[in-house]
């Protein structure tokens, strides 16, 4: 094992313990994404229940020349640093645009999974040659921190909704952080899935399939394989809620029994019917977005939405 795997290893584990010896007992969600959680959320954007990627999909394809020309009157050179590339099937039609247009620019892909970051180096040169690469494999703010250290123009790719994975009051705090990385003439667009019918919302992420189920789980396999833990899987079940008047969607695993599970020494006991909060996927509405921006420093400037109002790319100036 390399010293950075034994180091990032011990945060999982570290991580992993704060999360289930706190109330209610939960899990952070950017570890869903190992391999096989990489696949399975692969396999979440193609069902049909899940919209999201989708929506914004759609933005991408018929919207990004706006895009492009909002982020060249601020001029060139400049960093487009994407947090939580992924695939980035969507930021490539940025990618592919600004190229071919001539743009002098950077792409600064930043990702928590090793795979996807391993992916990105070889299939990007690829499919752009003529594109400058610099990808980070990472912690958002690790990696911004880093990337920030480099002078220059900066536009900022938060796509996805990955921001819906925080809390309300965790996303003032990450855009303040954000700000803190950012000067005058910089950008950012951020995705948002915007509330909606609260069925629709809830039947993305309980989709029939159940892939959304064994994405859930995913983690807890991981953590039996990764630090030596002893979660029987079958012991516990997906629930998800989601409630209209915050916002807050949230997904659960609701323990089966009265069950122990042994984590690198440590005993950690569930009640039956027990919850383990695994995950927030926040929805916001246009007012709320354009608050975040404003008391935090930035400039709301455009809100591209899908034809449906579903999603929202928010194009915000500093
Ligand atoms: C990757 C955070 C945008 O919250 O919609 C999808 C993750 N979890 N289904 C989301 C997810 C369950 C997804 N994000």
């Known amino acids: 094992m390399r010293a950075t795997e034994t180091l990032a290893t011990q945060q999982f584990y570290t991580d992993v313990l704060d999360g289930l010896t706190a109330f209610p007992k939960h899990l952070p969600a950017k570890y869903f994404y190992d391999a096989a959680g990489d696949r399975l959320f692969q396999d979440i954007m193609n069902c049909p229940e899940y919209y999201v990627t989708d929506c914004e999909l759609e933005i991408f394809s018929e919207q990004t020349g706006i895009m492009a020309d909002l982020i060249l009157r601020g001029g060139e050179p400049f960093d487009l640093i994407e947090l939580g590339a992924g695939d980035c099937f969507k930021s490539i039609k940025l990618l592919s645009l600004l190229t071919q247009a001539g743009t002098d620019f950077t792409y600064v892909p930043i990702d928590i ?29 690790e990696m911004l921190a880093e990337a920030s250290k480099k002078e220059g123009r900066k536009v900022i790719l938060c796509l996805g909704a990955n921001i819906g994975n925080m809390l ?46 064994r994405f859930n789980k995913n983690l807890l396999t991981r953590i039996n ?25 949230k997904s659960f695993l609701i323990s089966l029994q009265d069950q122990q599970v042994n984590i690198g020494g440590e005993h950690i006991s569930f009640k039956k019917d027990e919850y383990l909060w695994m995950e927030i996927s926040q929805k916001y509405n246009l ?23 579903w999603f929202t790319n928010a194009i915000w100036t500093v």
């Open 113 to 141: 999974s090793a795979n996807i970051i391993r992916h990105l180096e070889i299939a990007l040169p690829e499919q752009i040659p003529n594109m400058r690469l610099s990808a980070m494999k990472g912690d958002y703010f």
């Open 168 to 213: 309300p009051s965790e996303a003032q705090d990450f855009c303040q952080k954000l700000r803190s990385y950012l000067s005058p003439g910089d950008m950012v667009i951020v995705g948002f899935d915007l509330k909606k019918n609260p069925s629709i919302i809830r039947a993305a992420y309980d989709d029939r399939e159940g892939i959304t189920a």
């Open 225 to 249: 394989r990764e630090l030596d833990a002893n979660f029987d899987v079958t012991q516990f079940t997906h629930y998800c809620s989601y409630e209209p008047e915050t916002g807050a969607c």
């Open 287 to 309: 007012p709320q977005i354009d608050n975040l921006a404003l008391t935090n420093g930035f400039v709301p400037f455009k809100h591209l939405t899908d034809s449906k109002n």
